[in-house]
């Protein structure tokens, strides 16, 4: 598609970096406003964000190189080219949940209502990066000859398979996510106790990750057998936690009364 943005002289624009950075933006935004709304402490909202920012650049990379070792180990300074693409979602949430709870407790914030104002933001902050993955090329999904959206990368920049029509997987996800996003928001109005959005996000991305895998191409991500990615094992994890936390939280909430 489009991994370079712009590019004048010797400055380069990526369009993946550019649109996580837009990404990271609205969520911010979206997660003050809430907080203003709610009467949370939106400092602490701009504070936490940028700690988990850092924390989950750091692990989805960490990830990312991992899964992609035997390149990286004879290609070292390209592990801190974020900007071209190479970020794995859950390995960047593996670093950013700790980093929350830790400012959170620190700051004495309520770690449920937190997560419930940052939920529906991470949704669509994710929604948006993946549009970066799909102009770099990135995660890019199996051949599909036979489907009318099938897309074809041509731009040899790009990070996928060239000249042959693939799903367009980068584009399942943030449909998904945007979707997830609007759900989450949709049922604020809804919310019985605290936690439950966060969570709800939680299940509901896990299904959608669990789904877009069968159609991802990009064989480097790592399995745990044929056919069933690591990013499909953390799904199921994922999913199994958030139906745990789901009923013991709605529990807890009962019991209170």
């Not at 480097?220 to 994890?237: D, H, K, N, T």
Request: aromatic share 16%; proline share 5%; net charge positive.
């Amino acid at each position: 598609m489009y991994p370079v943005l712009i590019k004048i002289g010797p400055l380069t624009i990526h369009t993946y970096g550019f649109l996580i950075a837009i990404g990271f933006v609205i969520a911010l935004l979206l997660a003050v406003r809430q907080a203003k709304k709610t009467g949370f402490p939106h400092e602490s909202i701009v504070d936490i964000g940028f700690y988990v920012l850092i924390a989950g650049i750091i692990g989805s990379r960490i990830f990312f190189v991992m899964t992609n070792w035997p390149y990286y180990k004879n290609h070292p300074v390209d592990i801190v080219k974020i900007w071209e693409g190479g970020l794995v979602f859950y390995g960047g949430m593996l670093f950013a949940l700790p980093a929350a709870i830790w400012y959170a407790k620190r700051k004495g914030l309520h770690l449920w209502s937190t997560a419930d104002i940052w939920a529906p933001s991470i949704a669509i902050g994710h929604a948006i990066g993946r549009l970066g993955c799909f102009c770099a090329g990135c995660c890019y999904g199996t051949p599909a000859k036979d489907i009318p959206w099938a897309v074809t990368f041509t731009d040899p920049e790009s990070l996928a398979i060239l000249g042959v029509p693939l799903h367009p997987s980068q584009l399942y996800e943030s449909a998904g996510e945007f979707i997830n996003f609007f759900m989450l928001i949709l049922f604020r109005r809804h919310q019985s106790f605290k936690g439950q959005i966060f969570w709800m996000y939680i299940l509901n991305y896990s299904i959608i990750r669990f789904v877009v895998e069968r159609f991802r191409g990009d064989e480097v991500r790592g399995f745990i057998f044929p056919g069933f990615s690591i990013s499909q094992g953390i799904s199921v994890l994922m999913l199994i936690t958030a139906v745990v936390f789901l009923v013991w939280l709605k529990r807890k909430k009962g019991q209170a009364k």
